[in-house]
């Protein structure tokens, strides 16, 4: 399983690396799944993790190095949904915030259950879960402001906002929608998964 799992990274990461649209961009972009990598790797053998969680990680991977190779305002498919549906911008930045918040949720969860950090109920470990996804997202977004200062006339397709007002505030809204939507439908799912490393 973790040889198909490395593949499926490696030739993803090769594809968007091969002429992306903007190579400072998608460097930016994939950065995350790169340290991503580097500490699954890091801590493989000495706190391995659910396969539920290696999928999800792989999954949101693949989505920050398809938003890094095309840009997240450029991906051909959600121009073709545009235009469909008749939207006004392209939304598969939408997708990569759902996905910051649908991850992070099963790995904060993961973390705080092995680490036994909180132990009073599920509705706590729910509620300290969304929080700090949130708290995540909102640095992400710190973060995105920063970098696209720096990097000056790249800031729009950076950012990736096509002008729309709201764009850091939906992000967030989408991530909490995502950690929602990851612990209401893959708790069951995880706890089953989780009794091989709980006492």
Same mark, same amino acid.
Request: charged share 15%.
């Given at each position: 399983?973790?040889?198909i +799992?490395?593949s499926?990274?490696?030739?993803?990461?090769?594809?968007?690396?091969?002429?992306?649209?903007d190579?400072?961009i998608?460097?930016?972009?994939?950065?995350?799944? %790169?340290?991503g990598?580097?500490?699954?790797?890091?801590?493989?053998?000495?706190?391995?993790?659910?396969?539920?969680?290696?999928?999800?990680? =792989?999954?949101?991977?693949?989505?920050? *190095?398809?938003?890094?190779h095309?840009? &997240?305002?450029?991906?051909?498919l959600?121009?073709?949904? #545009?235009?469909?549906?008749?939207?006004?911008?392209?939304?598969?930045? #939408?997708?990569g915030?759902?996905?910051?918040?649908? *991850?992070?949720?099963i =790995?904060?969860? @993961?973390?705080?259950?092995?680490?036994?950090?909180?132990?009073v109920? #599920?509705?706590w =470990?729910? &509620?300290?879960?969304?929080?700090?996804?949130?708290?995540? !997202?909102?640095? &992400?977004?710190l973060?995105? +402001?920063? %970098?696209? %200062?720096?990097?000056? @006339?790249?800031?729009?397709?950076?950012?990736?906002?096509?002008?729309?007002?709201?764009?850091?505030q !939906?992000?967030? *809204? &989408?991530? %909490?929608?995502?950690? =929602?939507?990851?612990l209401?439908?893959?708790?069951?799912?995880?706890? #089953?998964?989780?009794?091989?490393?709980?006492?």
């Amino acid at each position: 399983m973790k040889y198909i +799992w490395l593949s499926i990274f490696i030739l993803t990461l090769l594809w968007s690396a091969w002429h992306p649209k903007d190579t400072f961009i998608c460097f930016l972009e994939v950065l995350p799944a %790169l340290i991503g990598f580097v500490l699954i790797v890091g801590t493989r053998k000495t706190f391995p993790l659910t396969p539920l969680l290696y999928t999800l990680i =792989l999954i949101h991977m693949i989505i920050l *190095m398809v938003g890094g190779h095309y840009t &997240y305002a450029e991906v051909p498919l959600f121009d073709t949904i #545009k235009e469909l549906f008749d939207q006004t911008r392209n939304n598969y930045d #939408k997708v990569g915030h759902f996905a910051q918040g649908f *991850m992070p949720a099963i =790995l904060v969860r @993961e973390l705080l259950l092995r680490k036994e950090i909180v132990t009073v109920s #599920k509705i706590w =470990l729910n &509620y300290i879960v969304l929080s700090i996804v949130l708290a995540f !997202s909102a640095f &992400y977004e710190l973060i995105e +402001w920063w %970098l696209a %200062l720096a990097s000056g @006339e790249d800031a729009e397709a950076f950012l990736g906002t096509q002008g729309y007002v709201w764009d850091t505030q !939906s992000d967030m *809204m &989408y991530a %909490l929608i995502g950690g =929602l939507t990851a612990l209401i439908l893959l708790s069951r799912l995880h706890d #089953k998964q989780l009794k091989r490393f709980l006492p």
